[in-house]
């Protein structure tokens, strides 16, 4: 499966951006979804995943409650949905598939494949 994200760009604080993950492929419904960032100088981080069984979303700490993640396997879309974004959003996130078990879903080695990257910069 090939995957590509879009949607990264300028946003003030407080502000929403929705970042889309396209993929390629018939089978694009079978897979977990990951979303990874990372910022200049640090290591890539989880931020959420949406996983095949059940719809079932899982986010790290920080983003709860401000992102939310969903996916169109018509479409072979996940999205993105960051509201309330702060300037430690700030980004190059990655979207990522796989077809790992639930205990792996915040690792990235989870994931066979990946997007691009599109950039989030979030000024104050």
């Known amino acids: 499966v090939q995957l590509q994200a879009s949607g990264g760009g300028l946003v003030q604080a407080g502000g929403s951006l929705r970042l889309s993950c396209a993929a390629s492929?018939?089978?694009?419904?079978?897979?977990?979804i990951g979303w990874f960032r990372q910022s200049p100088g640090k290591e890539r981080e989880f931020v959420g995943a949406?996983?095949?069984?059940?719809?079932?979303?899982y986010y790290t700490d920080s983003v709860k409650g401000r992102f939310t993640i969903s996916r169109d396997n018509a479409k072979n879309t996940v999205y993105l949905q960051m509201n309330s974004l702060k300037p430690e959003d700030t980004a190059v996130y990655y979207c990522?598939?796989?077809?790992?078990?639930?205990?792996?879903?915040?690792?990235?080695?989870?994931?066979?494949?990946w997007g691009q990257g599109t950039q989030v910069t979030v000024s104050s």
């Open positions: 990522a598939a796989g077809k790992a078990i639930l205990s792996m879903t915040t690792y990235q080695s989870a994931y066979g494949y």
């Open positions: 949406i996983r095949v069984s059940g719809g079932r979303t």
């Open positions: 492929g018939s089978t694009f419904g079978t897979y977990n």
